[in-house]
Each structure stands twice: as C-alpha cells, then as structure tokens.
C-alpha cells in the first residue's frame, strides 16, 4: 500500500518553461513533507521543506505549495535548467516517525 | 564537511552468498539510517540507529539482513543468504535531527546485483 504517490514516471520540458511535479499522499496524520533530487549514480539531495501549518515554502527558483485537504503537494522549478534534471523524490512523515518516499519522478531539462 | 561515505559502491554476487556494506556517516551526526532502493521505487527504510542503538528495524527481513553500530559512528549491513530479490541499491544516510524533523544526508549508495 503506496502511502506517497508520484503518479507520473516522468516529465520532460524546455529549458525556461515551468517544471511542476506532483505528489499524493494518503495518510493524513503526515505532517511534514520533503522533496530530495538524485543525480545517477549519487545518492539523493535534499531540496525544499514543508510543514503542515504552512501552504507555501519558497527557495529561489523552487516552491513547494501544500493542500492538506487535497492530499497533494507540489513542486515548481522556474525557471527550469537542465541542471534541474534528474529524479525527483517526495518524502513525508508523522511527527516522531519516519519519512516514507515515493517513487520518483524522472525530469528532463531540454536544451 | 565529509559526506557519508559508503563501501563498496557495486557489488555482484550469486544468490545464497553473503555481503556486506559499509557507512561511515557524517561526523556528529546521531542518527544513521539504512534504505533500501529497488529500481523504480523510492528508497525503503530498513533500519535506523539513534548512536548505538536500535530505534526502529520494523521493515528489516531479520532472517536474512543484519545490521548493527558499534561505538555509535559507523555501521555494516549484512545479507545473508541473499535472494535476487536482494537486487537494489543500499543507502546509507545520517541526520542530526530528530527522526522526522529534518534533512537526511545520504551517501552515494552500495550497488547490489544477484545473479
């Protein structure tokens, strides 16, 4: 049972345009959420945080936006650069527990 | 800073053979973590380890997986026998926060194939 969802295996867009990768989720005691980023051959980086008290979390050209009621948060790059390409990991945890990961969505930055 | 370090980084043994991985985490940090990552999934927490002891081993197949931290720093896990299932790879990752409350540092990963 998939308790963190990222329903596309992958997505591919032009570099300068806006890459949003999506991520569901079923428990709704999680409240705290992470997205991480992996390179091949490298084992994944954290990105940007969320916690449940807020709806937004912004760092630079990445924003994490959070709707508790939907189950569902985001991530959007902008703009996207092909160094933004890679595997993009959702995490999510209840406090005092640990993070669950979904499956990863593979983006790719075209030239 | 040093990264977590983890050893080897490819593996490739037949099944019902043993192996073993390394981590040497982050230097401070408390909390070391073992995932498992099969292809195409997200990474599998197998055990965690608060210094020297145990926190949670739940998802540990304990007939086959062991893994322990002498004097709190570094850490091994071992398969044995392994199973072609066992394919994955086995990442190391460190915290110096609390279990749900922040990044976790990752090492590179041990790569297991069984054949």
């Known amino acids: 049972d998939q308790q963190v969802k990222q329903n596309s295996p992958s997505l591919s867009v032009q570099e300068g345009r806006i890459s949003i990768l999506n991520c569901d989720y079923t428990?709704?005691?999680?409240?705290?959420f992470l997205w991480y980023k992996k390179y091949p051959a490298e084992g994944p980086t954290f990105l940007i945080s969320i916690s449940s008290i807020k709806d937004k979390n912004e760092d630079g050209r990445f924003t994490v936006f959070l709707n508790k009621s939907a189950k569902h948060l985001s991530l959007h790059i902008v703009p996207s650069q092909p160094g933004d390409s890679a595997v993009y990991f959702c995490?999510?945890?209840?406090?005092?527990?640990?993070?669950?990961f979904g499956p990863g969505t593979r983006l790719s930055v075209l030239p | 800073e040093a990264g977590v370090a983890q050893s080897p980084r490819y593996k490739i043994i037949e099944k019902r053979q043993s192996v073993a991985f390394w981590c040497n985490p982050i230097s401070g940090h408390a909390t070391l973590y073992w995932y498992q990552q099969i292809l195409g999934q997200g990474p599998k927490l197998l055990i965690q380890?608060?210094?020297?002891?145990?926190?949670?081993d739940s998802q540990l197949p304990k007939d086959r997986f062991s893994a322990e931290r002498l004097k709190g720093v570094d850490s091994t896990l071992k398969i044995q026998p392994a199973k072609l299932e066992d394919s994955a790879v086995y990442l190391c990752?460190?915290?110096?926060?609390?279990?749900?409350?922040?990044?976790?540092?990752f090492g590179e990963g041990s790569r297991l194939t069984v054949l």
């Open positions: 428990n709704s005691m999680f409240d705290y």
């Open positions: 380890f608060q210094n020297n002891g145990v926190v949670d």
């Open positions: 995490a999510a945890a209840v406090y005092g527990q640990n993070f669950v």
């Open positions: 990752a460190s915290s110096p926060y609390p279990t749900w409350a922040g990044e976790l540092f």
